[in-house]
């Protein structure tokens, strides 16, 4: 069984920066997305920033130019730095491992436990 461990949460002020991190407890092999979405109070989850197999990111207009997604392969490690943080972004932050699998055809997803951060204005 896999296990998603999150961190790196917590409360910052406006403007600041936290760098959030997600680590696969064993080896994953054939990770084809790795990514982020986060849940606010009352609101629908939703897409954050992911990043293929390949390196191609992509990020909700929200985040754009503020946060950054990155991976290390090696270590089955992504990483979400976040910049500029606005109280807007308060929310539960859950990171995703996403696999292709029957020819691409069907997925199967791994998730964090999600990690709480807060912005304070």
């Known amino acids: 069984q896999v296990q998603l461990v999150e961190s790196g949460g917590g409360l910052v002020q406006a403007g600041g920066s936290l760098r959030l991190s997600c680590a696969a407890s064993?080896?994953?092999?054939?990770?084809?997305?790795m990514g982020w979405y986060r849940q606010a109070p009352g609101k629908q989850r939703e897409l954050v920033a992911t990043?293929?197999?390949?390196?191609?990111?992509n990020y909700a207009d929200s985040v754009k130019g503020r946060f950054t997604i990155s991976r290390d392969n090696a270590k089955n490690t992504v990483y979400l730095q976040m910049n500029s943080l606005k109280p807007e972004d308060t929310a539960v932050y859950y990171c995703?491992?996403?696999?292709?699998?029957?020819?691409?055809?069907?997925?199967?997803?791994?998730w964090g436990q999600g990690t709480q951060v807060t912005v304070s204005s």
């Open positions: 995703n491992f996403a696999r292709l699998i029957g020819g691409g055809s069907e997925r199967y997803d791994y």
């Open positions: 990043i293929t197999s390949g390196g191609t990111t």
């Open positions: 064993r080896i994953i092999f054939s990770i084809n997305f």
